[in-house]
């Protein structure tokens, strides 16, 4: 009877993670292995799972996705929290990701940067790490992919975090054992109670009175430098 009940209650699981696409939790699950997608300038739920894993598995292969952290992110300015976005040219939800090209006609490296610096420009460690960013906005790049990869590593290396990123060799809807998939669960759309991976630890922000949580880890490095990396693993 036993056996019965608990055969009835692991099948009324699986078809729930079915119907909803919800995945098992990282933590009860322990896998050693994250898949994700390639976010612009990520927000700090995005950081702290890389750093929860021991191997990353940037996806390649997938097919771009309109209104989400590809091609956008949120700075705290002095008046609201800001929203950058990079222009794609036709993007579509049947595009390949690696294929998909910045629309250079519009001038979004002079508005981006402009609006990075007139929210950090006075942050304690702006001098300090944005010599690092203004290099890539001062390149032309073609394709948002290759955009998103070179900020990623340039953020990890600005709070210390050493971590394997590789990409797929293909696009596996159902990937291997010990993988935890995360690919588009983190999104704008997202509320504060439904963050994925990171837990809020507030830190001295440049403007207001309220902490702003899960801002780009641009807000994270400018204001806290060195300590950026303790406020991630103490989530």
């Not at 049947?94 to 402009?114: T, V």
């Not at 159902?174 to 995360?182: K, N, Q, R, S, V």
Request: aromatic share 14%; glycine share 4%.
């Amino acid at each position: 009877m036993v056996l019965i009940f608990c055969l009835t209650c692991e099948r009324i699981r699986l078809l729930l993670l079915e119907k909803y696409q919800l995945q098992p939790d990282p933590v009860g699950t322990n896998p050693v292995q994250l898949l994700i997608e390639l976010h612009y300038l990520p927000s700090l739920d995005y950081i702290t799972g890389l750093m929860q894993f021991q191997r990353v598995q940037i996806e390649a292969h997938e097919h771009y996705q309109k209104q989400s952290y590809r091609n956008r992110c949120y700075v705290l300015t002095a008046n609201k929290v800001d929203v950058l976005t990079v222009p794609v040219v036709q993007g579509t939800h049947h595009h390949p990701i690696r294929e998909l090209q910045i629309d250079n006609g519009q001038s979004w490296q002079l508005r981006h940067w402009r609006a990075i610096r007139g929210a950090y420009g006075k942050s304690p460690f702006f001098e300090y790490y944005a010599p690092d960013f203004d290099r890539i906005y001062q390149k032309r790049w073609t394709f948002l992919f290759d955009l998103n990869y070179e900020l990623l590593t340039i953020c990890l290396k600005s709070i210390g975090a050493s971590i394997s990123l590789n990409l797929t060799d293909c696009y596996e809807k159902a990937p291997i054992e010990g993988l935890f998939d995360a690919r588009s669960r983190i999104n704008p759309k997202s509320r504060d109670s439904s963050y994925v991976f990171y837990k809020p630890v507030p830190y001295q922000q440049n403007f207001g009175f309220d902490f702003v949580p899960n801002l780009s880890i641009l807000d994270l490095v400018f204001c806290q430098g060195p300590m950026a990396k303790h406020f991630l693993s103490s989530t």
